[in-house]
């Protein structure tokens, strides 16, 4: 149901993908998922609609969209890192491990809930609590984690961490999202802050404090 509504949302905002077949957009997808092994199908130009919502979609079906207006804030091989992180979680089957643990989830808080009435008062008023947030709270650890995993996948194709590094922080402006979040707020959040993203690529690739600053 939240996926239905999710959709529905996005149709009414003018969310409505147009495939691409030619350009360059198309021509180093394919190039890079070729060299990821995806047998990628196709590749769409997403309008950003009333909500001018800005990003990047690796979705089911083996198929990649880029919002397009990202000719203002990718440019060369920070468009092939980006793809190449949507490829990833493609690649790595990310969407359909994050559907399956939060279904897991919520299965698991069901089987518990149907124990209550053998439970202490205590533990049947926090439950409802636990049963929403735990799985919630999970999901979105999970989320962070394929997005960190994402992020290696791409830098390791393109070969590329400044322009990896540029490309993320390029997207955090254009979308006024914040660079930095304190780990509270974190937790509820699918997408690391921009600061440990980096940083995580920085320090796999060696790049030092003045080189980092230098990018971001």
């Not at 996926?3 to 350009?23: M, Q, Y």
């Not at 533990?123 to 995993?149: D, G, H, K, M, N």
């Not at 990896?164 to 402006?173: C, D, W």
Request: aromatic share 8%.
């Amino acid at each position: 149901m939240a996926l239905i509504g999710t959709l529905r949302l996005h149709s009414a905002e003018g969310f409505k993908p147009r495939s691409v077949k030619t350009g360059e957009l198309h021509k180093r997808a394919f190039v890079i998922a070729k060299r990821m092994g995806v047998p990628l199908r196709r590749v769409y130009v997403v309008p950003t609609g009333r909500s001018h919502l800005t990003n990047a979609f690796g979705g089911l079906f083996k198929t990649i969209g880029v919002s397009d207006d990202y000719g203002k804030w990718l440019k060369g091989s920070q468009l092939d890192f980006v793809l190449g992180h949507e490829l990833a979680h493609i690649q790595q089957n990310h969407l359909l491990k994050k559907l399956s643990a939060l279904l897991a989830l919520f299965s698991l808080m069901a089987a518990i809930g149907l124990r209550l009435p053998h439970l202490s008062p205590a533990v049947r008023t926090i439950f409802p609590f636990v049963a929403v947030f735990v799985p919630l709270i999970t999901f979105y650890s999970v989320s962070r984690r394929f997005e960190y995993a994402a992020d290696r996948a791409a830098t390791e194709v393109t070969n590329d961490a400044a322009a990896a590094i540029q490309a993320l922080a390029s997207l955090y402006r254009h979308t006024q999202d914040p660079a930095h979040c304190n780990r509270f707020v974190e937790l509820f959040s699918t997408h690391p802050a921009l600061s440990r993203r980096v940083q995580a690529i920085a320090r796999s690739h060696q790049l030092t404090a003045e080189r980092l600053s230098s990018l971001v």
